[in-house]
Nanobody
Framework: QLQLVESGGGLVQPGGSLRLSCAAS????????VSWFRQVPGKEREGISC????????NYADSVKGRFTISRDNAKNTVYLQMNSLKPEDTAVYYC????????????????????WGQGTQVTVSS
């Protein structure tokens, strides 16, 4: 079955850290650029970071810049999102998505669509 699977979410105190993983099953993730999104019920989905196929190019939303780091290990078929200095407003369901192709769009908002989406992992930042 071809799918992306997120993991690593959970409950963390403000100021804490979590690392999310996005693992591909049934296909090679190194052929895909990957983005991370998050969504709070009742609000629009927010794109927060993306990474090129090689990992040489990354981009971040202003809301997470300097606190979150996206990376990938193509040998493990996995993309990561390291989240530091977490705030209550980071509470959301986090999703990863993959788009095939060689093109790097320059910024995450310019990516027109995705081939695969994960099911999401809940991140809750609360004391």
């Amino acid at each position: 079955q071809l799918q992306l699977v997120e993991s690593g979410g959970g409950l963390v105190q403000p100021g804490g850290s979590l690392r999310l993983s996005c693992a591909a099953s049934g296909f090679r993730l190194d052929s895909y650029l990957v983005s991370w999104f998050r969504q709070v019920p009742g609000k629009e989905r927010e794109g927060i970071s993306c990474i090129s196929r090689s990992g040489d190019n990354t981009n971040y939303a202003d809301s997470v810049k300097g606190r979150f780091t996206i990376s990938r290990d193509n040998a493990k078929n996995t993309v990561y999102l390291q989240m530091n200095s977490l705030k209550p407003e980071d509470t959301a369901v986090y999703y990863c998505a993959g788009r095939s192709g060689r093109r790097w769009f320059g910024d995450c908002a310019s990516i027109p669509g995705y081939d695969y989406w994960g099911q999401g992992t809940q991140v809750t930042v609360s004391s």
